[in-house]
């Protein structure tokens, strides 16, 4: 079983940035690749980004390359989504998530979901 904890979302301006964080709890959080996803109201939950459990591999939506950066630190069991130059089509609540398949692009490939953070961009 793995519980994850996203925090960081909040109000800013478009052009600015935020940084998400998701703590996960478990001894084996270093096993697992990471997923982001986002969800807007009246949309369905769309990918965002993911890593490999060694952070080698990164994998992101086109909508977000060149603005976001995915990251993780082991050690403190986190993972992370750098976002820059965040424009108001980037208001959702964005989600945290381990999957258990290999398709990190789908949504059904994961299991165990964080509760979401709201971030709104403003314009």
């Known amino acids: 079983q793995v519980q994850l904890v996203e925090s960081g979302g909040g109000l800013v301006q478009a052009g600015g940035s935020l940084r998400l964080s998701c703590a996960a709890s478990?001894?084996?959080?270093?096993?697992?690749?990471m997923g982001w996803f986002r969800q807007a109201p009246g949309k369905e939950r769309e990918f965002v980004t993911a890593?490999?459990?060694?952070?080698?591999?990164?994998y992101y939506a086109d909508s977000v390359k060149g603005r976001f950066t995915i990251s993780r630190d082991n050690a403190k069991n986190t993972v992370y989504l750098q976002m820059n130059s965040l424009k108001p089509e980037d208001t959702a609540v964005y989600y945290c998530?381990?999957?258990?398949?290999?398709?990190?692009?789908?949504?059904?490939?994961?299991?165990?979901w964080g509760q979401g953070t709201q971030v709104t961009v403003a314009s």
């Open positions: 478990g001894r084996t959080f270093r096993m697992y690749a």
């Open positions: 890593i490999s459990w060694g952070g080698g591999n990164t």
């Open positions: 998530a381990v999957p258990i398949r290999g398709d990190y692009m789908q949504a059904g490939s994961y299991d165990f």
